[in-house]
């Protein structure tokens, strides 16, 4: 069973920087695709960012230049690097794996940005 824990939320003023991990359960490397969504309140879930086994990265056009996504195989470890936060950046921030056509989802660390 693949368990996904995400750290590193946190309140920030916007401008400000945070660093989310997602540590899982087992080797990253057997994952086809592991990335990062976020849900704000009333709003749906939405993709932020997204890393292949390869290493091809695909970010959501709203993260463009200000997040970056990478990996730490040795550490079954994905990050997410947040630069130049915006109040609009607030939610719940979730790690995703996807591995064999099946989805593993953690529980989600809150990022709350002030203006």
């Known amino acids: 069973q693949v368990q996904l824990a995400e750290s590193g939320g946190g309140f920030v003023q916007a401008g400000g920087s945070l660093s989310l991990s997602c540590a899982a359960s087992g080797s990253i490397f057997s994952f086809d695709r592991m990335g990062w969504y976020r849900q704000a309140p009333g709003k749906q879930r939405e993709l932020v960012a997204h890393?292949?086994?390869?290493?091809?990265?695909n970010y959501a056009d709203f993260v463009m230049g200000r997040f970056t996504i990478f990996r730490d195989n040795a550490k079954n470890t994905v990050y997410l690097q947040m630069n130049s936060l915006k109040p609009d950046d607030t939610g719940v921030y979730f790690c995703n794996a996807l591995a064999n056509l099946r989805e593993y989802w953690g529980l989600g660390t809150q990022v709350t940005v002030s203006s």
């Open positions: 890393i292949t086994r390869r290493g091809m990265r």
